[in-house]
């Protein structure tokens, strides 16, 4: 298995330019996650989907729109790219469980993205 | 959430040591926790995780420890390696299937 993969590695825009961010997993998961991690910083959450054809908001999800056609796939879409927007983007995935409190949600996540907007 | 900016707290050790990182959350109600370790250029790797209701759990020379009294998280490394140099973020889960993760501690490893 592969786990989660994620394309492009890299990418440089200029501002103004859009591009997509494409996540693949292969284990089934229901739960997919994409974050983005700046210098010296944790993870934050753009957005999330918890299945096929939903997508929820995270912490920071201005400048950015999700869809989720497929189970296997989740991609990030930047429209109008701000330097603001120059970060690493992380996909992840993680399996349900029973939906009881305390489930365990371990993610696993892909290699990164690093993306500049000049 | 919380930031430190460029800095990183950085913990060094020795090769052979035991190493300690420690971690304060934010929210009483979130009940499942989970340690990631992150090497440079690459994603999170899952370490270890504990529920709410427990108060240790221990893997192969890790231990994470959870104080919900003073919602403190720690992770013990026994025998610090080389290979375990890295940035620690711990996270919580809130209860909406997403984690929220802190700003990490870099551990580094002297031989």
């Known amino acids: 298995n592969a786990g989660v993969t994620q394309t492009p590695k890299f990418r440089v825009l200029k501002t103004g330019q859009s591009m997509t961010l494409l996540c693949a997993q292969d284990?089934?998961?229901?739960?997919m996650y994409w974050y983005r991690q700046d210098p010296g910083m944790g993870l934050r959450l753009i957005h999330y989907?918890?299945?096929?054809?939903?997508?929820a908001k995270g912490e920071v999800p201005d400048g950015y729109n999700v869809s989720r056609l497929k189970k296997q796939n989740f991609l990030l879409g930047l429209e109008s790219a701000a330097p603001s927007q120059t970060s690493v983007y992380f996909c992840?995935?993680?399996?349900?469980?029973?939906?009881?409190?305390?489930?365990?949600?371990?993610?696993?996540f892909g290699p990164g993205t690093r993306l500049t907007v000049l | 959430g919380e930031s430190v900016g460029l800095h990183l707290p950085t913990l060094s050790v020795q090769e052979g040591d035991n190493s300690i990182i420690n971690c304060a959350y934010s929210n009483s109600a979130s009940d499942y926790f989970i340690w990631y370790k992150q090497e440079s250029g690459k994603g999170p790797q899952f370490i270890i995780d504990?529920?709410?209701?427990?108060d240790k759990r221990q893997g192969q020379r890790v231990t994470v420890l959870l104080n919900k009294t003073v919602k403190h998280l720690s992770l013990q490394i026994a025998a610090t390696q080389p290979g375990d140099s890295a940035v620690y973020f711990c996270?919580?889960?809130?209860?909406?299937?997403?984690?929220?993760f802190g700003s990490g501690t870099r551990l580094q490893v002297q031989p």
């Open positions: 996270a919580e889960n809130t209860g909406r299937r997403a984690l929220t």
């Open positions: 284990m089934n998961h229901e739960y």
């Open positions: 989907s918890v299945g096929e054809g939903t997508t």
């Open positions: 992840a995935s993680s399996y349900s469980s029973s939906g009881l409190a305390g489930d365990r949600n371990e993610q696993f």
């Open positions: 504990i529920r709410s209701n427990m």
